[in-house]
């Protein structure tokens, strides 16, 4: 017999190649030299690793430490700060994670992913199966008709985003975000979206986008993807397992974390508990998580639900942590 599948600290990356926000964790993890495992999906649904797990969201990327589940890039990449605290990309001084933090809000929270999916090639769309995934996510119709109609808006806004970080933080010819000497927390917040256009090809025309538009932006991509190919060469290489494996995994591993508790003044009024459903409060929102409330605070949500699959299911349960802002928890038989 083969050795027992294992997942270095821990940790289970559930992605797709050409994910923009799975990037931004996989990013984090060769930035910081921090090994992984990873469990391969397909780019539409179904994804039957996760179905065998119980797990009900739909986008992409999850992570997993032990048999606690992280939904959403804010969250996860928060974890790994506070779990990986050695060496974290994060800033210590209050004015920098001010830039963190706004940084994340602007470029995930703001439109500025739906504008940016709005420059996809119409041609990227003659898969009939992707088109209908895609309308059944975004809500909205996801035809070339309808890409082609919206590109214009899109194409402003994505201008004014270079030239936003063009004119303003690089416009001193600093290398990085926050003038460090590396990569920092604040880098990823900012550049993924341009770094996504960039290297989609028919995305940005070159009349409106381009090196010679935006030779400071374009510079900073490159240091970027230089930094990144120097940590991925040193890096641990990447365990990969398969769906089964990594349920097995998962299911045969400890909590990563206690339970936390259910802050008692929190708006929503739920008690510690009660059966709840969690799911994102825009894309995705059909797809809902249902489970026991066991931590509520302002930032973070935790609900525990039982797996399906794997050794040992329906026993081995899931703790499963959503953050608060974008996403809705509530009462099971309440309204939405």
Partial sequence: ???????????ILFNYPVSPFGRRVSWYLALRGIGYALCEQPFIMPRPDLEKLGLKYRRIPILTIGRDVYLDTRLIIRKLEEKFPDGKLGSEKP????????????????????????????QMMNDAKVMEDRKGFCGRDWTRESLEQGRPECLVYVRNLFDFLETTILADGRKWILNSAKPSLADIEAIWPMDWLVGMEGAVPSHVVSEKHFPKVYAWIHRFRAALDEAQSA???????????????ILQSSFS???GTVDQNDGS????????????????????????????????????????????????????????????????GGST
Avoid at 1 to 11: D, H, K, Q, V
Avoid at 95 to 122: D, H, I, Q, R
Avoid at 284 to 293: C, T
């Fill in 95 to 122: 004015e920098e994670v001010f830039v963190e933090k706004l940084l994340e809000k602007y470029m995930v929270e703001g439109p500025v992913f739906s504008m940016a999916t709005g420059l996809v090639p119409a």
């Fill in 257 to 259: 974390e206690g339970t």
């Fill in 235 to 249: 890096a641990p290489g990447t365990a990969v397992l398969d769906g089964d494996e990594a349920v097995n995994v």
């Fill in 269 to 332: 009024g739920l008690k510690a508990g009660t059966e709840v459903e969690l799911y994102p409060a825009d894309w995705g929102s059909e797809h809902r998580d249902v489970g026991q409330l066991v931590a509520l605070g302002p930032d973070e949500v935790t609900v525990e639900a039982k797996g399906t699959g794997g050794a040992g299911a329906g026993a081995a349960g899931l703790r499963i942590h959503g953050p608060r802002t974008g996403f809705r928890v509530t009462e099971m």
């Fill in 1 to 11: 017999m083969g050795e027992r599948p294992t997942a270095p600290n821990g940790i």
